[in-house]
């Protein structure tokens, strides 16, 4: 069984590896920081949607930001899509669960607000279909996927795909870039906190 555990940490370990050392990478990191401190600086929100583990790990960075992450500061406008039971329920039994995300969008969001998304295979539907209409609107698109990047590669104005295949080693992933973002974002927004 130490055997087994040993595998999985390093399993882990080799692909954030395989991150740091990924200079595109890094390079997108320190842009997606930028595009979300200006849009905050801007009053313009960020949203997060995802689906399973993937929407609980949107809901966990949109509370970092609009809680705290470090800073004792003032609170910034981010949401998950998710988190409204009775709306999520009705629009996916009166219309289709596809497009739980695309509509909430459609009412809430506007040009210049951030939306990421996560999904492990970059093919989930109903995240494709958000950023379709966050394309429509002007919301800036930031796709946190697996190696391929799927679907959602082509409709994200910038990406994170993770290099493996494996759905725990992608979403272990996205949380350590989802908080590298959320301190960096943190430290530009607020900077005398």
């Known amino acids: 069984m130490t055997d087994k555990i040993k595998e999985l940490i390093s399993s882990s370990i080799s692909v954030k590896t395989q991150l740091l050392e990924n200079e595109t990478l890094l390079q997108t990191v320190d842009t997606v920081v930028n595009v979300i401190t200006n849009a905050f600086l801007a009053g313009n929100k960020v949203l997060f949607c995802g689906n399973g583990g993937s929407a609980a790990d949107a809901q966990h960075l949109a509370a970092e930001f ?13 949401e998950a899509l998710h988190c409204n039971t009775s709306y999520l329920t ?41 950023f379709e209409v966050a394309r429509e609107i002007g919301i800036v698109t930031v796709g946190l996927t697996g190696e391929t990047g799927g679907a959602m590669k082509q409709l994200s104005d910038y990406l994170f795909n993770v290099p493996s295949l494996v759905t725990p080693r992608i979403q272990e992933s996205h949380i350590l870039l989802g908080h590298i973002i959320c301190e960096l974002v943190e430290e530009k927004v607020f900077p005398n906190h």
């Open 66 to 78: 609009s809680g705290r992450f470090y800073k004792n500061r003032k609170a910034l406008p981010a």
């Open 90 to 130: 009705a629009v996916a039994n009166d219309y289709s669960y596809d497009v739980i995300y695309a509509r909430l969008l459609e009412g809430i969001g506007v040009k210049g607000d951030v939306l990421l998304g996560f999904s492990t295979s970059g093919n989930s539907t109903n995240i494709i279909k958000a």
